[in-house]
């Protein structure tokens, strides 16, 4: 399982519900890596997106209250419904895509995450932990963009070296 998130130079992802900057480099970037794949995120995160709809030619799986279940989506409602049924998909299409508590709890059961990373204090709210501090997670720059939107990007690809398996505290 992989996640993809863009971050601020204090590892900010967002503010009220919505993304920190406008990025057109970063949508394409997003839309090639997920286009035709398994997006699973939290109900906010499906709310964030215009009109609440789910992102066209993916699976869509969110994790909702009990009381929702919105249309177009597989909806599950507990931590155990969404290992289950993520077990129906190849590990390599599946990709964490937010909001901020749904990726700190899955990020340690990804073995891969995508990050862009944007030179810019963007005034976020809320935080993705720092991959550069955390010891099973190494990096390589796959490109660097010098100005988008007034901004320069650095797209990035951590490793996990000791996922989490589903079900257990236990590493792979």
């Known amino acids: 399982m992989k996640l993809i998130v ?8 967002g ?30 995160t499906l709310l964030s997106f215009p009109g609440g ?4 030619n993916r ?10 279940e919105p249309d177009g989506c597989i909806v599950v409602h507990t931590l155990d419904e969404l290992f289950k049924t993520l077990e129906n998909y190849d590990d390599n299409d599946v990709f964490v895509i937010g909001g901020a508590m749904f ?18 204090d963007g005034g976020a709210e809320v935080f993705f932990d720092d991959l550069d501090k955390l010891s099973n997670w190494s990096y390589t720059v796959v490109d660097e963009l010098t100005s988008v ?19 257990t505290d236990q590493t792979v």
């Open 6 to 13: 863009a971050v601020d130079k204090n590892w900010g992802i």
């Open 149 to 167: 939107n007034g901004y320069k990007l650095t797209f990035t690809v951590y490793k996990n070296s000791a996922p989490k398996k589903f079900g």
């Open 59 to 68: 699976v869509n799986i969110v994790l909702a209250p009990a009381d929702k």
């Open 103 to 120: 990726y700190r709890t899955m990020y340690p059961y990804c073995d891969e995450a995508y990050i862009t990373k944007v030179d810019a």
């Open 53 to 56: 709809k789910p992102l066209k």
């Open 15 to 44: 503010k009220r519900n919505g993304l920190l900057f406008e990025l057109p480099e970063d949508m394409k970037y997003f839309r090639a890596k997920t286009l035709e794949k398994v997006v699973c995120m939290g109900y906010n």
